[in-house]
């Protein structure tokens, strides 16, 4: 077997891996990057298009929990991971949450004054911006419909760069994904990657980890086996696939049982007046009025995506199509409270994961439903789809109501792409996989470094939160 | 280990089946019972069934199985196999299965209700057609 070596092995090359890689090749060490997916250009499939998900999604974007309610989970599988397939949407966690995770897991070393400092780095690093002179239509039709009922809406930062002279131009093109940001600047740095490379296992010796063996792929079969031999091993695949590497090396002690997530619930809304532009991408306005709880916002609103959300219910989904441009897709996302546990299926080698919906999640979920269609009719809605599979189209809020207050388990279409806490850090042996700054606890040298570690919501999209724990955790690494 | 690529002879069986499907899912969608000016059918059709065969092994192993059988039970119904029936029966054979309650075939029209539009319209849309089927001025 190939055998190559290096001083860190970096498992995962999304936001956790690629900020890992670029700071300790910064500093000197020999980095080897390993990323199951493939290396793609930023810009090799328009974004959210079946192409993209065909290129960049695990198993195209089908992936399901297992509980009351199935929850489809979108997983980057390519270099950069998650960075590059979300919204890039960048949020700061409220100053109120990271204090309960300090004292949730008696995190040494967690005051949000020490944490600041890595959120302005990575809002430096990975070009944080807002959108120059406006966030465009479907943010002034959710901004209209929020002020209406007199809550306060937000418009979130993005991972993304506009360029000075034509802002506009930048619309849909600047995406500061990790391929754009941090993994060229791990490579000048002299970190090497390897992309079609999927780890197997990790080695063992006692209390250290020796490194791993991996398999790469060429055109989809596998190619060949080679072992990869690091002084430190540092894993950054997700929250899903972290902890199944893991386990299957025999580290089991809270990891892989305590997995969290915000379960999202999409309904389209039409309107009378046209306010869906594509040219926009995808609209940054959130309403933050039920934050830390419930996130309300607009989603690309493409003629396929209204399709896929709108359900056959309506009736001449034709003409609704045509009507495409006075059309959005509307989402509730809400911090759940369920915990899962993810296994290995036996023969299968795929995840098995049992995630509950539990009744406070739905009641939350149906209250923030209400909000919504309360906003999105107060914004001048004609018409809202279901949220239940199969329900009537809804004409008014006190329609919505009677719904919402008793959602059904398993007949609605859940998803999300925000996954954490399957192994959380924290000082606090009963509880916690890792110590405060990621390192698995029993073993000398092996680290996690991605949203596996927070030990509970974020309550935000958590890319940003990934970046500056990750920045945080590897600055202590290397002293 | 469950290979993710099927044995050709059940590839042979499946694919025709999964047109036949695809065809009556976009008739559904746009709410009549005959195709003959809509295009990229068979570029749809091929994209679900690579979709189906891409999902998680176990949940594609069970797709294969549960469309195999899907193809047969409207002997009993309708007299012939799913694929040799009208577009207009094979919409009313989607309808009963979605009319279920919850359970295997129940997910098994969801896949098929999800995923074949929004592969359709996707396809319109990369080929630059969707004025095609939703009249001029429509891009």
Sequence with gaps: ?479 | MLSPTLPPALRARLSPVVRAIAEAEVAEELGRDHLDDVPLLPETASVLEHRLLGMPKHFAAGMVALTLLFDRSTRATDGASFTQLSLAKRRKALARIRALPLGPLKNFTTFYDKMAPFIFWSALEEHHLLHVVLGEGVE
């Excluded at chain 1, 386990?247 to 969290?260: E, I, K, P, W």
């Excluded at chain 1, 239940?388 to 007949?411: F, H, M, T």
Aim: proline share 6%; with cysteine; hydrophobic share 40%.
């Design chain 1, 1 to 479: 077997m190939k055998r190559i070596d290096c001083d860190v092995l970096v498992i995962g090359s999304g936001p956790g891996g690629a900020m890992t890689a670029c700071l300790a090749a910064e500093a000197g060490r020999d980095v080897l990057v390993l990323e199951e997916g493939a290396h793609h250009p930023i810009d090799s499939a328009p974004s959210f298009s079946l192409a993209e998900m065909d290129q960049k999604y695990r198993n195209a974007g089908l992936n399901v929990t297992f509980g009351g309610t199935s929850i489809t989970y979108l997983e980057g599988r390519c270099v950069g991971g998650g960075s590059e397939i979300n919204a890039a949407l960048y949020h700061r966690p409220l100053e109120k949450t990271l204090r309960e995770w300090q004292t949730q897991t008696r995190i040494r070393g967690f005051e949000p004054e020490q944490l600041w400092p890595h959120f302005e780095a990575v809002e430096r690093d990975c070009n944080v911006n807002l959108v120059p002179g406006g966030n465009g239509p479907a943010c002034d039709l959710l901004k209209r419909g929020a002020g209406s009922m007199g809550w306060s809406t937000r418009e979130i930062a993005r991972f993304w760069s506009y360029p000075a002279e034509a802002p506009q131009t930048g619309l849909l093109t600047g995406r500061q994904s990790m391929t754009v940001t941090l993994i060229p600047r791990a490579m000048r740095a002299g970190a090497r990657l390897m992309p079609n490379t999927r780890v197997v296992k990790l080695l063992r010796e006692g209390k250290r980890v020796l490194g791993a063996v991996a398999e790469t792929t060429e055109g989809g079969a596998r190619h060949e086996r080679i072992e990869l031999r690091a002084k430190s091993v540092f894993v950054c695949a997700g929250a899903v696939q972290t902890p199944r590497l893991l386990r299957r090396a025999g580290f089991t002690h809270n990891v892989g049982d305590t997995l969290q997530l915000h379960p999202m619930i999409r309904i389209t809304a039409r309107f009378k007046e046209p306010f869906n532009d594509l040219a926009w991408g995808v609209p940054t306005e959130q309403v933050d009025q039920f934050k830390p709880g419930l996130t309300l916002g607009c989603s690309y609103s493409s003629i396929p995506h209204l399709a896929l959300w709108m359900g056959a219910e309506l009736g001449d989904k034709k003409q609704r199509l045509r009507d495409w441009r006075r059309t959005g897709i509307f989402y509730v996302a809400a911090v759940g409270t369920g915990k899962g546990k993810i296994r290995d299926l036996p023969l299968v080698g795929e995840p098995f994961i049992r995630l509950p919906l539990t009744q406070a999640d739905l009641d939350r979920l149906g209250e923030g439903l209400l909000r919504l269609g309360q906003l999105l009719f107060a914004a001048g809605a004609e018409e809202l789809s279901s949220p239940v599979e199969g329900g009537p189209g809804i004409r008014s809020a006190n329609d919505l109501e009677a719904l919402c207050k008793a959602l059904p388990q398993g007949k609605m279409p859940v998803s999300t792409i925000h996954l954490f806490s399957s192994a959380p850090m924290g000082e606090d042996e009963a509880t916690t996989a890792t110590d405060s700054f990621g390192k698995l606890r029993g073993v000398e040298n092996l680290y996690v470094n991605d949203a596996s570690l927070f030990p509970a919501s974020p309550a935000v999209n958590p890319q940003g939160t990934v970046l500056a724990i990750a920045r945080r955790n590897v600055g202590e690494f290397l002293g």
